[in-house]
């Protein structure tokens, strides 16, 4: 075989496993990346439910709707329409 022929061959290799370790790492970040943003939402919904959940327990002891608002940081609106879900 030919130095030139060899060294050919040796770059093309070289090339294929920088492709497949660029790939890999790629592939890497993308799944953290992936894993954030839904620990993220999910940590969001959660704090959406509780938020209805006090505010439901809020509004069955009486307290006024634009106190509930206040105290779970819901809308008024988000309030009212808990109000007429639950009847």
Known sequence: ???STIYRQRLEEATQKGIEIGEQRGEQR????GIEIGEQRGEERGK????????????????EIEQVAQV????IEEVRKLITSNQ
């Open 1 to 3: 075989m030919q130095l």
């Open 30 to 33: 993308g799944e953290q990346r």
């Open 48 to 63: 959406e439910v509780t938020q209805r959940e006090i505010a439901t327990n809020l509004l069955s002891t009486g307290m």
């Open 72 to 75: 779970t940081g819901l809308s």
